[in-house]
């Protein structure tokens, strides 16, 4: 599957959509829930918690294993998706529709220094080997 | 890294899309694409798993009375080698250190007093043939232990099985209809067995490696469906059955691991292991979990009862229950019914204890 060009990534195979309004929605990659197989459990951060970045504030389990998901940049949750929380195979059927939570972050401009597509398609293969 | 090694199935796995992983060494399917669909398919239809990475070791007499083969099984396991009398029956038995502990669980077959087929697991092979060729060297039995590496292994299970494997087996049917349950025939070089690790109605049955491929297709072409590693590991999760490794290895006391039915100490025999087990203290049981919070129970989080501190050993989400389910360690005491606590990060969530199995032949028992 492609990685979708609009959006950014991290290392620790999130990605992050910079909305209109400047806040940043997140959800975890098509190869993210590869890895990981069916999703059975998602855990999201609440509303109004300030978050560092690289800060772990979601878990994602499958039922082979649990994973943390990573603060892409510093900021406040402003949205939480509970429709993930209630059916977190959503997750497994469309990975970059699935959004998990939105933050609005401190500085706007740490979201550019995030994996375009090409950076983090490089990034996936050198983990491959 | 050293080279994976490969069962007769690899290319027929790598051919059907399996995600291969590394299982102890060995290169096997963990799933061919959703391990829930997976599991499901045991549950209601058939399911075809490759189990080639197990051992089978055969335990052959030199002796034409075959004296020694019995004798030599008599000491070797805490389950009773004498219980099984009738050619074809099949025992689940621990085979124990001298400190008790358990080097692993096995699976033994009795075809007639010169031949008894052990199945071992993928991971403890070389340490139990080892074990066992130095027992038999010890004791002067004289044996001939021969691990069958030339043989492949597939189980078919779920409610469909039999089925699947008549019609992949032309002239089986014969056998199948009247193979009870935990008990196995052979046909020339090919073994069929009415066992299995899912808590269904199936069959393992081991060829020769070079008939594997072939066997493989045409139980496909009957209707039965590829099956990972990954819902093995849940559908024995829901069956209760332990896992070696997880729910007891070396250190671990048989009879706080859920296994006391399997080892026996009414008879006068002298296993290795009995002297420790009968001087142990038993403190702990084997318990189910069955989880009332949102979350997934995994091994080794910490259980606190209202007499201290157990373990989770195995722990998974069960995809019968859609809840967590567990297998735990913890103080003898704690009845089923009660309600335990169990860590999650960094949560004390709820689980209550329940009796296992927590499924078997497609039906919930809780």
Not at chain 1, 19 to 48: K, R, W, Y
Not at chain 2, 10 to 30: T, Y
Not at chain 2, 77 to 102: F, P, R, T, W
């Amino acid at each position: 599957m492609s990685i979708p060009a609009d959006l950014k990534y991290t290392h620790s195979h999130e990605w992050v959509k910079a909305e209109a309004d400047g806040t940043v929605t997140v959800g975890i990659t098509h190869h993210a829930q590869d890895l990981l197989g069916d999703m059975v459990f998602v855990e999201n951060p609440a509303v109004g918690r300030k978050l560092k970045a690289g800060e772990e504030c979601a878990v994602v389990e499958s039922v082979k294993a649990a994973s943390d998901v990573y603060a892409p940049v510093a900021g406040e949750v402003v949205a939480s998706n509970d429709a993930v929380e209630s059916s977190p195979e959503k997750i497994n059927q469309d990975a970059y529709g699935a959004w998990m939570f939105k933050i609005r972050p401190d500085n706007a401009a740490d979201v550019n220094a995030l994996l375009d597509a090409a950076g983090y398609e490089a990034h996936v293969a050198s983990e491959a080997h | 890294m050293t080279e994976l090694k490969k069962t007769p199935l690899n290319a027929a796995h790598r051919e059907l899309g399996a995600k291969m992983v590394d299982f102890g060494g060995w290169d096997m399917p963990v799933n061919y694409g959703s391990q829930i669909e997976e599991h499901h398919t045991v549950r209601s239809g058939c399911g075809l798993f490759d189990v080639s990475h197990m051992l089978p070791v055969d335990i052959k007499s030199s002796d034409p009375k075959g004296e020694n083969a019995r004798a030599f099984l008599r000491r070797l396991v805490a389950n009773n080698i004498d219980k099984l009398q009738v050619s074809g029956k099949a025992l689940y038995s621990c085979m124990l250190n001298e400190a008790g502990g358990v080097i692993d669980d096995l699976i033994i077959y009795f075809m007639d007093e010169n031949w008894f087929r052990v199945v071992v697991n993928a991971g403890t092979a070389d340490k139990d043939l080892a074990w066992m060729q130095q027992c038999n060297a010890d004791w002067g039995m004289n044996l001939a232990l021969t691990p069958r590496r030339d043989l492949a292994m597939v189980a078919i299970q779920g409610p469909d099985a039999k089925r699947v494997l008549n019609e992949a087996l032309p002239g089986a049917d014969s056998l199948t209809e009247t193979l009870k349950p935990f008990s196995a025939a052979a046909l020339g070089e090919m073994f069929i067995a009415r066992t299995g690790y899912t808590g269904e109605d199936g069959f393992e049955v081991m060829v020769l490696a070079k008939s594997a491929p072939f066997f493989w297709k045409a139980l496909m072409e009957a209707g039965g469906k590829p099956i990972g590693l990954g819902a093995r590991d849940t559908l024995r999760l829901e069956a209760g059955m332990n896992l070696y490794g997880q729910d007891m290895d070396e250190t671990t006391n048989p009879l706080e691991s859920g296994l006391a039915w399997t080892v026996d100490l009414k008879s006068a025999r002298d296993f290795v292991g009995r002297k420790a087990l009968e001087a142990s203290e038993i403190t702990k049981q084997l318990a189910g979990l069955v989880l009332l919070d949102k979350g997934v129970l995994r091994s080794h989080q910490k259980v606190f009862t209202k007499h201290g501190e157990g373990e989770i050993t195995s722990g998974t989400f069960s995809p019968t229950l859609q809840q967590s389910i567990a297998l735990a360690r913890i103080p003898l005491g704690i009845a089923p019914g009660e309600e335990v606590e169990v860590e999650i990060r960094d949560k004390k969530l709820k689980a209550k204890v329940d009796n296992y199995p927590f499924v078997r032949n497609g039906k919930v028992l809780i």
